[in-house]
């Protein structure tokens, strides 16, 4: 039975122990800033970077300060959106984050929705013919695909479907002779959506249909294995043998039963790999040229701009976080035992 007390006691350790993670990873980063090398300042404004430079980037950062108040300048700037200047553009970091990411959660999302239609749907078919040909090759198809080199299966869309069969396009957003309708959201289907302006959103779904199904396919294995295998479990569990006992219809036995059971693994398994997804767009997003946090994650790394390099770091830790989170709470609110628990 849901408690209202122990879910709110199971909601605030959640929520405490997701604020102690962040803070321990802004401690590691800032540690490994000043490991890397014994100028943080050098490190900072770039191996290129004149004396002058160094020295105005000591002054901005606080970096001729004692350690302890560096880091107090470094969790208050980070804690208040302040990133700096990326010294290789020169336009303010949290900005680009902020045109970067909305590209990036159009990708995912997606990506995620083709995870959990080619999931369930899979892993249900599987389930309901257990031992038979079908499930055998379900088996077969789902474990190659998560087998697959993220950038080996990138490669192969592009040169199938880009190069051969002439199908999508092999990059990009949306149509070079588009001009790209008002920034809402930042994400440009819903924009394109919100305003109207039917011609962008034709252009933008045709050009994220490829990026976003080689995302779901390299990842749509673990959610089908998960599935299936809650399926096989609900579909052998005494309520349900006592269901279809009572001549309860078959049909009816597996969606009330059988699916809804499996439903709730799948998705707190699903919240958890939004997460994993925001962090791992960075071979796709440079595969197929889409503008994403991936993409300026690769190109940070190529150009030693650690500025740039340690906010995008912080973005990808709180998608985890945030997503291990959300599926902690989902799955007290499907299954109120875990919250229960929690509570004693």
């Known amino acids: ?10 909601l605030l350790k959640r929520v405490l122990a997701t604020l102690l993670v962040l803070v321990g990873v802004m401690v590691i980063i800032f540690l490994i800033s000043h490991v890397l090398s014994h100028d943080p300042a050098r490190l900072w404004a770039g191996p290129r970077a004149k004396p002058s430079t160094v020295q105005a980037v000591e002054i901005r950062y606080h970096l001729n300060q004692p350690l302890e108040e560096q880091f107090i300048y470094f969790i208050t700037s980070y804690l208040s959106g302040h990133f700096g200047i990326d010294p290789v553009t020169g336009r303010s970091i949290a ?6 990411l909305p590209n990036t959660l159009e990708l995912v999302f997606a990506a995620l929705a083709m995870i ?19 499930d055998t ?26 190069t051969y069969l002439h199908v999508f396009p092999s990059g990009g957003m949306y149509s070079p002779t588009l001009v790209p309708p008002p920034r809402i959201t930042g994400i440009f289907v819903l924009d394109s959506l919100l305003g109207g302006r039917l011609q962008d959103l034709s252009s933008g779904l045709y050009h994220l249909a490829l990026p976003a199904f080689t995302l779901a ?3 749509f294995g673990l959610i089908t294995r998960i599935a299936r295998s809650s399926m096989l479990d609900a579909r052998w569990a005494t309520h349900v043998k006592g269901a279809l006992a009572k001549g309860v219809p078959e049909n009816t036995v597996r969606r009330r039963h059988v699916l809804r059971n499996a439903l709730i693994d799948v998705d707190t398994v699903g919240a958890v790999m939004f997460g994993w997804l925001i962090s791992g767009t960075v071979v796709v997003e440079q595969i197929f040229a889409w503008p994403g946090i991936g993409q300026f ?29 959300v599926a902690d709470v989902l799955y007290s609110i499907l299954d109120p035992r875990i919250a229960l628990g929690g509570a004693r």
């Open 297 to 325: 994650a690769y190109s940070a790394v190529a150009s030693d701009n650690y500025p740039a390099l340690v906010p995008i770091v912080m973005v990808f830790t709180l998608g985890v976080v945030v997503a291990n989170f």
């Open 217 to 219: 396919f390299l990842n």
């Open 1 to 10: 039975m849901f408690s209202v007390r122990a879910f709110s006691i199971f």
């Open 116 to 134: 959990l239609v080619f999931g369930v749907g899979l892993g249900y078919l599987g389930a309901m013919n257990f031992g038979k040909r079908i």
């Open 137 to 162: 090759v379900i088996r077969v198809f789902y474990l190659t695909s998560w087998a697959t080199p993220t950038f080996l299966g990138a490669i192969l869309a592009v040169l199938l479907f880009s």
């Open 95 to 100: 900005a680009e984050i902020g045109y970067y």
